[in-house]
Each structure stands twice: as structure tokens, then as C-alpha cells.
């Protein structure tokens, strides 16, 4: 089972200020995500990492910005928040397994974001 | 086109029957199947994987896979109220790839 940890589980903020939500694994999984699913919608993808120094964005449009400087961090930035920004932020992680097929995604708490 | 397609219900089933879920998808080559159990304002949890055609059983879960049909469901055995949730059908094209996942389906026991 992964140990993945969001912090913090909730944040209201005032519109225009900069916010940076953590996202942390101790299973040293190479892979990391982020999603963003507003209450009874679908996931979407935002960004993604598949190691150090790598980052991708994902299929949802997102002003934020991700960073991948150290295997067991990946956290995610947005610069000036705004009302839209107000959703849910879930982090996931997954390992490589070579010869193993495709690991599953395990999600931390999420942070539940609220610009006001 | 999405490419994972759930029926989002609501589902609503007795205690102690059987649910059933289905989850269709649209890329052929697809390797890897998930389902995962959302409650609500919680994050997802992976409840059964499955790589192969056939079924998978664990516990009071059973996963079905049919490649060819491109269709995967998971029956629930002797529902529980506490099984109320939405169940998510998560898809993996390819190595590398993230999970695609469906808009879930809510699942209601009544106890």
C-alpha cells in the first residue's frame, strides 16, 4: 500500500495570492500525478511526472504549475488564485515494475481548495 | 468520443443482492483495468485490478474483463449499505501512460 500525503487537507484563500500544495510518497514510486475532480464530477488529469526533472500537463487545461526536483515530491503552484481555481486537488503515485505490466495509481487525501 | 463510458446511475440495489457495474472503453489496445471506490468528499480507493480476460475474485468482488467486447464490469456480492459509493473505471492504454478514468458510477444499498 502507498503512503502518500497532501497537505494541507483544506486551504481558503483570498483571490490573487500565490498557493503551493505539497504532495509527498515514501514508496520511492517514479511516477506522480495530479487531478482535479470538483464535488460529483470526473477526474482530470493536470500533470504528470514519470521522474525526476520530467513533467508533462495533463488533459485538463490548468493555469498551475508542477515541479519534480526530488522522487518523493511533486508539488503543485498556482500563482495568482482565483475563484475559479476553487475545486479538489488529488495527488496519486505509481511505481515501474519491469516485466509487471501496469501498476495501479494509489491517491492521497486531496486538498480541498477554496478561493474566495 | 470518451474513452472510458460508465453509466453514472444512481445504482440502487437491497442489502444482500447482487450489484453489478459496467465500464466500456474505446482503445483496443488497452492493457490494464481498475476499478476504484470514491466516497463522497474522499479520495479514490483501488479496490481491484485486473490484466487478463476473465473473471478476478476477491472477497465479495469479482471483475470481468472481455478484451474483445471491450467491456469490463465488477459485481458486488451481498451488498452492503457501506458499499454506497461511486465506483470509477480506470483504463491504461499503454506502458508510461496515465490511468483514463470513467465518471463513475453511484452505486445506493438500502438496508
Known amino acids: 500500500e502507498a503512503d502518500i500525503y497532501q497537505t494541507p487537507r483544506y486551504l481558503v484563500i483570498g483571490t490573487g495570492k500565490k498557493i503551493t500544495l505539497e504532495c509527498s510518497q515514501t514508496m520511492g514510486h517514479d511516477k506522480m500525478y495530479w487531478y482535479q475532480q470538483d464535488p460529483g464530477m470526473e477526474l482530470h488529469l493536470i500533470h504528470y511526472?514519470?521522474?525526476?526533472?520530467?513533467?508533462e500537463k495533463g488533459d485538463l487545461s490548468s493555469e498551475s504549475t508542477v515541479s519534480r526536483i526530488r522522487t518523493e515530491h511533486f508539488p503543485l503552484t498556482l500563482e495568482s488564485a482565483r475563484p475559479s481555481h476553487t475545486s479538489q486537488y488529488l495527488c496519486?503515485?505509481?511505481?515501474?515494475?519491469?516485466?509487471?505490466?501496469?501498476?495501479?495509481?494509489?491517491f492521497g487525501d486531496g486538498t480541498r481548495l477554496s478561493i474566495l | 468520443q470518451k474513452e472510458v463510458e460508465q453509466n453514472s446511475g444512481p445504482l440502487s440495489v437491497p442489502e444482500g443482492a447482487i450489484a453489478s457495474l459496467n465500464c466500456t472503453y474505446s482503445d483496443r489496445v488497452s492493457q490494464s483495468f481498475f476499478w476504484y471506490r470514491q466516497y463522497s468528499g474522499k479520495s479514490p480507493e483501488l479496490i481491484m485490478s485486473i490484466y487478463s480476460n476473465g473473471d478476478k475474485e476477491d472477497g465479495r468482488f469479482t471483475a470481468q474483463l472481455n478484451k474483445a467486447s471491450q467491456y469490463v464490469s465488477l459485481l458486488i456480492r451481498d451488498s452492503q449499505p457501506s458499499d454506497s459509493a461511486t465506483y470509477l473505471c480506470a483504463v491504461k492504454q499503454q506502458a508510461g501512460t496515465a490511468l483514463i478514468f470513467g465518471k463513475g458510477t453511484t452505486l445506493s444499498v438500502s438496508s
Open positions: 496519486a503515485s505509481s511505481e515501474s515494475l519491469p516485466g509487471q505490466g501496469n501498476q495501479p495509481q494509489h
Open positions: 511526472s514519470y521522474g525526476v526533472n520530467s513533467t
